[in-house]
């Protein structure tokens, strides 16, 4: 078996359903001999209660452990503040998730979201990479952006853009350039066949499927220094020592009168890449281990919700842009971004009085976050 196999692993996904895809990735883990995977499945007031009857038929009740309302707000009583933050009947209680995984003794954490299909691809092998150190194709973009979209191979044949792209560059052609990287793989973003990880904007427009990757690069890759682009929180697997930036932004503020959502995890993937590269890691973006059957969504309700986070995102890539990264390790870099991000918006001439409103309020939930990683993971 791959090397992840012999380190803890959790396998971390949230659900209003009854989680059916997860029997097959049981039975692959199962076939594998992997002995050292637990699935956890973090429930919401909307779960139907025969998730449990479900959970116990499996076989794997053992490994299978389900925390639903009354064992998440047990959980939380030591953490008063996050139980304040996090709010039912989202997706960003997958933080909860990645926390009781940690203190689970989880090296390695593995998100999926409920409708991820495993392939007949093995799925801990594609996620092997993490935490152990390789060399891999690092692609450096002329103009600092990379669509990763532009590995897949879509039916019927079109360009996509990953979720969360910067909106001012999604139609620029960049030159691309390859080199290579050798570092710590801390995070592996997989992608995904089926339903690609886009905007509602494209979705509506052009709808496709994915089946399959181009070959003009290798996969897995990662970026340059130099060069950006989201990733997701399906289908990505991450070392615990990322946990304090890990955290799923917690969304439904309003931003000009709009309830911004589903940015939760391309804002932490922003974050997350500041701190990597101050330690020196890498993020790779590797195989499409799983098939999405995209859960229904009202198409008009996504894009009314991505379009204010679009705007935002603009500003905080600059910000980004001017942090400047000391720690050694990811709570305190952590720490720093928060406390740099404060600086950068509370300056008038940088964002508007409602922008530093908005971020006020996200950063508040960061330090939040940042104070349950530190008292989970013994600091």
């Not at 960049?174 to 886009?198: C, Y």
Request: charged share 25%; glycine share 8%.
């Amino acid at each position: 078996m791959a090397q992840i196999s012999r380190r803890k692993i959790a396998l971390v996904t949230t659900t209003i359903n009854i989680p059916t895809a997860l029997e097959a990735y049981m039975a692959q883990f199962d076939s594998r001999g992997c002995d050292e995977v637990e699935v956890i499945i973090i429930g919401d007031k909307k779960t139907p209660p025969g998730i449990r009857e479900w959970v116990r038929g499996t076989g794997h009740d053992d490994t299978l452990l389900y925390f639903g309302v009354e064992e998440q707000e047990q959980w939380l009583g030591r953490f008063h503040a996050l139980a304040k933050l996090l709010r039912w009947n989202s997706i960003q209680r997958r933080n909860l998730g990645y926390l009781i995984a940690a203190e689970r003794g989880a090296e390695v954490i593995i998100s999926i979201d409920d409708d991820n299909h495993v392939t007949e691809d093995d799925f801990l092998s594609g996620h092997s990479l993490v935490g152990t150190v390789q060399t891999v194709t690092a692609v450096s973009s002329s103009t600092g952006w990379f669509n990763v979209c532009d590995l897949l191979l879509t039916e019927p044949p079109t360009r996509v853009v990953h979720r969360g792209f910067l909106q001012t560059e999604r139609n620029r052609i960049p030159e691309i350039s390859t080199g290579q990287r050798t570092g710590r793989v801390m995070v592996n973003a997989g992608l995904w066949l089926g339903e690609p990880d886009v905007d509602a904007v494209t979705r509506i427009v052009t709808p496709v499927e994915v089946v399959g990757l181009r070959e003009h690069l290798p996969i897995p890759l990662t970026l340059a220094e130099d060069t950006h682009c989201p990733f997701n929180s399906q289908n990505t697997a991450f070392e615990t020592s990322l946990l304090p930036c890990s955290y799923l932004i917690v969304m439904g503020d309003e931003y000009r009168g709009v309830r911004v959502s589903r940015y939760d995890d391309i804002w932490m993937s922003y974050f997350c890449r500041r701190v990597v590269e101050r330690l020196g890691g890498l993020i790779t973006y590797g195989r499409p281990l799983v098939r999405q059957l995209r859960n229904e969504h009202d198409l008009l309700e996504d894009l009314w919700g991505e379009l204010p986070a679009m705007m935002l995102t603009r500003r905080l890539t600059d910000a980004l842009s001017e942090v400047q990264l000391k720690g050694s390790n990811a709570l305190d870099c952590y720490g720093e971004l928060i406390e740099q991000l404060r600086s950068i918006y509370s300056r008038p001439e940088f964002a508007s009085a409602e922008e530093r409103e908005f971020w006020g309020a996200i950063m508040n939930g960061m330090s939040i976050w940042s104070d349950a990683c530190e008292k989970v993971q013994g600091r």
